[in-house]
């Protein structure tokens, strides 16, 4: 019926062409407008469409009567063109614009509603109307805080459900949900049946995980509604409740609403097997199967719910079609087990250890440091034994008997049997042994003095020795540091290079496989001939971030900079200096959030300072590191300094942390910042607050010309008579400019990173 009335329409308007043909554009425009005053549209516009296509100005009003022609068959994509040209034909006539501007919204092209609902303006300056279009339209262009501006401007003229609507989305899109949740419920309280406040308070309510007051106000659209939409919604949201009888229900009334939805039997089908009402799903998955007979998923789904109903000839018969109209190895891999399984017998294999025996059915007795067992038994089934391991080692089996013999390395073994129709049966056996023997540490190298103390000539020593265990050793840990061994008779020798310059004692402990431990502590002197290089805080690292260049166009100003600083931090005493530059903004946050983290705690990083110095950008409440990007679609790679407060999470085994921006203040919802700072030198460094003020933020309005206040004062410490640098040193520079503080609601203690010179500075400073 629909094709054949688009036929009629289509013939109707080519007999009209055919008869203007020989009338005048004049008479053809006169009918036209006739036939759209008696709402015969299709007719209005075959006739306007000869009166336009005459080229006589005085007819340019056609384009009007066509534009309301097309919106009243709802050709909105036609009537919105039309709508463009009467605009330019017509400029006086505000109207005009005013229908383009909320076509354009309403097909989602912003920029030409926005466009269109300014030209309105120009025309008449307090439209209401063209007001509230501006509003939307800024928003979905990335102007937020300009379409409330706009919105407060129009509230003077009036206010509607789809003004407050606006005020709404844009405090949503600035992530102000108290006033938008406000808006949105004044929206819908000024004009119930306004729709769109009911479907973007719900989305705004889960955006905050108040997922039961969306579930009520996608309720109170379907009921007012009954549209598809509302319980697709609130479907999805009892989904999330994991209440799947309601979500069953808002899937009926979509399909009542819209029978054409033959995909939403198939969901409804494994709804309602979740829910094991396996008849309901199995009518919805055999309806859904008469439109689509060759998905192979339906089949699967299908021959899942017979295979539960215990009919196995139609669930063997649903998984060979599986096998027929599919190429993917895990379904032929699943449909060809299930026909297995549905056509073996379900008996499991029966699993009987002869030798040797135990005081119980799960345990086995063994001799005092006994290393190995020869274990026999048999299997007894009905169908052949496929195969049988012993602790995951795949065991000969003969006539269903097994003698087998295994290393023991833990205290239980797993006996595992599976016969030829995947009938498989597990059995854990305790081993019971005699074994409490500790192992024995023997250190050879660095040699100890008589009461075990171990007197470093060198903060960085090779250690070795070897521990004497009857029977397998298991686990070797020095200090904090897991170290492999090798085995040669009851001894495991092991050797290793080991950091002690922050150690006060060397702790060895050794595990055997029965639980045995054994351990010593070696007190550790380090003369005061030895040199230490490390800082008292310990392991010091230092990482600098430069962004100097924007797609391949160097920023000389940084790069001067990078260079800089790097020349004078390595000057103090640091155990390692990073320098990253030209990353793009992907790959910055990769190397923060995963390879810092692990390169820290694999280093056993104490104190660590990331330096970063380059571009920066403030858009509303956010602000930016500007970043290199190869990506030509993107002006600039911006990564969101958010990111910070994860990254400082994930160093949570570094306690000393100092993060300096060159480049924007952070956002205040972010940072707290502090009027002073008391840890500026390293006399005691147990005074340090235990807030831990860190964050050092320099906002910097113009890198052309800039001098680094940190580089500065780096320079002065080392040609000062101090011994070390301290960031925070800087804020007493009074610039307004510079801020420090902590991140807000971070529960953990950061202390600044000081930075101690190296010795033959400290001896040219004094």
Known sequence: ???????????????????????????????????????????????????????????????????????????EEKALKDFIIASKLFPNNYKNA???????????????????????????????????????????????????????????????????????????????????????????KKNPGYK??????????????????????????????????????????????????????????????????????????????????????????SYYLKWDATSANAWLLKGKILKELYMKAEAIQAFINVDKYTTDSAMLKYAESSIYELRKEQYPPQIIVTHPEGPDQTTIAISQNKQTLQIKGVIKDDSPIA?????GEKVPIKNKSFDHQIVLDTMHIVIKATDTYGNTSSKTYRIIET????????????????????????????????????SNLKELVIGNKKVNFTKKGNRYYFSDQLDIKNIDTLK???????????????????????????????????????????????????????????????KFIID????????????????????????????RVNALLIHYIGPGITQGAYTYWVTNTSDPAKKYGELNTSILRTVTEALEQVKYKTI???????????????????CDNCINIQRFPDGGQFFLSLKIDNLKGYASIVDKHLNKAIESQKRCFSPSIIHKNGDKKIKIGRFRNLNEGIFPVILYLKKNHQQNAH
């Not at 195969?387 to 602790?391: A, M, P």
């Not at 103390?453 to 250690?463: D, E, H, S």
């Not at 431990?517 to 600098?544: N, R, Y």
């Not at 300096?660 to 008391?678: A, K, P, R, T």
């Open 1 to 75: 019926m629909k094709y054949s009335t688009q036929l009629i329409y289509l013939l109707l308007i080519m007999l009209i062409h055919n008869f203007a043909m020989g009338q005048r554009p004049g008479k053809a425009y006169r009918i036209g407008k006739s036939a759209y005053e008696n709402k015969e549209y299709i007719r209005a516009i075959g006739w306007l469409d000869v009166a336009i296509n005459s080229q006589k100005k005085k007819y340019n009003d056609a384009y009007i009567y066509r534009a309301k022609s097309h919106l009243a068959l709802d050709r």
């Open 660 to 678: 300096i921006s060159e480049s924007v203040n952070l956002s205040e919802n972010m940072v707290h910042f502090v009027d002073s700072c008391n």
């Open 387 to 391: 195969e049988l391991r012993i602790s």
């Open 576 to 603: 390692s200096l990073i320098v990253w530059k030209n990353m793009t903004k992907e790959k910055l946050e990769r190397e923060l959030l995963f390879k810092l983290p692990q390169m820290a705690r694999i280093n």
């Open 508 to 570: 060895i402990v050794a595990k055997d496989y029965f639980s045995n431990t054994g351990h010593e502590e070696f007190p550790v002197v380090i003369p005061d001939s030895v040199e230490i290089q490390g800082s008292p805080m310990g392991k010091t690292w230092v990482l600098i971030i430069a962004t100097d260049s924007i797609k391949n166009n160097k920023i000389n100003q940084v790069v001067n900079l990078r260079k800089a600083l790097t020349k004078n931090y390595s």
């Open 98 to 188: 005013l229908q383009a501007s909320r076509l354009s919204y309403k097909l989602g092209k912003h920029n030409q509603a926005l466009q269109y609902a300014t030209t309105t303006l120009d025309r008449d300056s307090a439209n209401f109307d063209a007001l509230k279009l501006q509003a939307l339209a800024l928003i979905h262009t990335g102007s937020s805080e300009s379409a409330l501006i706009v919105s407060e401007d129009a509230q003077k003229l009036n206010e509607d459900a789809e003004l407050l609507y606006a005020k709404a989305l844009a405090s949503d899109s600035l992530g102000l949900n108290d006033y938008a949740i406000a808006y949105y419920n004044e929206a819908i």
């Open 435 to 470: 074994e409490k023997t500790a192992p024995k540490i023997v250190l050879n190298s660095p040699k100890t003095t008589n009461t075990n103390v171990l007197v470093a000539a060198q903060t960085n020593i090779k250690i070795k020795g070897y521990i004497e265990e009857t």
């Open 196 to 285: 769109p406040p009911y479907h973007d308070l719900g989305r705004l309510l889960v955006k905050n995980d108040y997922i039961d007051k969306a579930i009520d106000i996608f309720s109170q659209a379907a009921r007012r509604f009954n549209d598809i939409e509302s319980y697709r919604l609130r479907a999805i949201l009892h989904n999330v409740k994991g209440n799947t009888q309601a979500q069953i229900k808002d899937i009926t009334k979509i399909i009542t609403l819209n029978p054409a939805r033959i995909d939403l039997y198939y969901i409804r089908a494994e709804l309602y097997k979740k829910v094991n009402q396996l008849q309901n799903a199995l009518a919805d998955i």
